[in-house]
């Protein structure tokens, strides 16, 4: 009897095979993030815990390893983000206080210039001024709405942190209990790999929030002495924005690095302008062939390509927070893909 001959060929069927299971993937992982962002409210804080946590985890085995008992090891743990988030919070407002008037006049005199420059096109500093009166006059009922729906952004803000700051306690002090129930909800053959997952994911979240707030520290501590060297306003205030947006790479540096500049042509003309980029641009070089080879390889291995894809996409689904959460998500999937090629290679 002849064997049935398949009706394709080997090659098709196993890119067809392939298409299969992309096309479930896709599928799984578009129904996840539709869920995410139907239930957001609970997925933030939680993302936001699971960042903390990692970023936290070794303060709090140090404590738990000096006799101090778990829970007490996972408060006093918070308590230290509180007064580090709440210093660095202090840090920049009282910055800006102090050298927003400065600024502001800078910002003034600077327009001033560019009025008197192009003046003869018919605009000036005094017609900007006229006509953003009467526009705010006759739009003052949208920005009063408008001012009511920050406040109501700012509170929804604030409840994230502390459920966020509530979940990090809890994750401290017993993530080990939750592994051990994912193992044992899980199927018998399946238990120990997803246990395994978990930590691999947790393990590369946890390296790249160390290597990123290490590297973030150095930024801002160069470009600040910079700025101070350099006399510019707000340096202190602008060196705290500078270690914010290092969480975000490359968009983040760009952003804090252009504000900064902006500022020093402002205040001090363009040679300190200059100059204020020539600091800025010697720290990202800085960061590029010396923090990230040095501290992230150790940690986490991403191509560049691999993160601007990872940053569109968590732009395009969740905006500012996207942003925030794309890189860290980024590294705990090739974290879990790398575990997965080792057991079944």
């Known amino acids: ?192 790999v997803l246990e395994a997952m978990a930590r691999r994911a947790f393990g590369a979240v946890e390296g790249f929030m160390r290597g990123t707030t290490l590297i973030a520290l150095i930024d801002a501590l160069c470009i600040t002495a910079g700025l101070l060297i350099l006399r510019v306003p707000g340096a202190v205030g602008l060196g705290a924005l500078v270690f914010v947006g290092a969480f975000i790479p490359y968009l983040g540096a760009v952003i804090s690095g252009a504000v900064a500049v902006l500022v020093a042509l402002a205040d001090r003309g363009f040679a300190i302008a200059l100059w204020a980029l020539g600091v800025v641009l010697a720290v990202q070089v800085l960061e590029g062939h010396v923090l990230q080879p040095a501290i992230q390889s150790r940690t986490v291995q991403m191509h560049p390509a691999a993160i601007l894809l990872a940053l569109t996409a968590g732009a395009s689904v969740a905006g500012i927070l996207g942003l925030l959460l794309a890189v860290p998500l980024t590294a705990a999937a090739f974290g879990v893909l790398a575990e997965l090629r080792e057991r079944y290679e």
């Open 1 to 192: 009897m002849q064997p049935v001959q398949p009706l394709l060929p080997e090659p098709v069927r196993r890119t067809a095979a392939w298409c299969v299971v992309i096309l479930l993937v896709t599928g799984v992982a578009a129904v996840g993030i539709r869920l995410c962002v139907v239930l957001q409210t609970a997925v933030t804080p939680l993302l936001l815990a699971l960042l903390g946590t990692a970023l936290l985890r070794p303060l709090y085995r140090r404590l738990v390893r000096a006799r101090v008992n778990r829970s007490l090891a996972a408060g006093l743990t918070c308590v230290a983000v509180l007064a580090v988030v709440g210093g660095a919070v202090w840090v920049v407002v009282a910055s800006l206080v102090d050298n927003g008037d400065q600024i502001t006049a800078s910002l003034r005199h600077a327009g001033t210039s560019v009025a008197r420059h192009f003046g003869a096109a018919g605009t000036s500093l005094d017609d900007v001024a006229e006509n953003a009166g009467k526009l705010l006059s006759k739009f003052g009922a949208t920005a009063a709405s408008g001012v009511i729906s920050g406040l109501s952004v700012v509170a929804e803000w604030i409840a994230t942190g502390v459920l966020a700051l509530l979940l990090v306690f809890f994750l401290l002090r017993d993530g080990g209990r939750a592994l051990r129930t994912l193992r044992a909800l899980a199927p018998r053959e399946s238990g120990a």
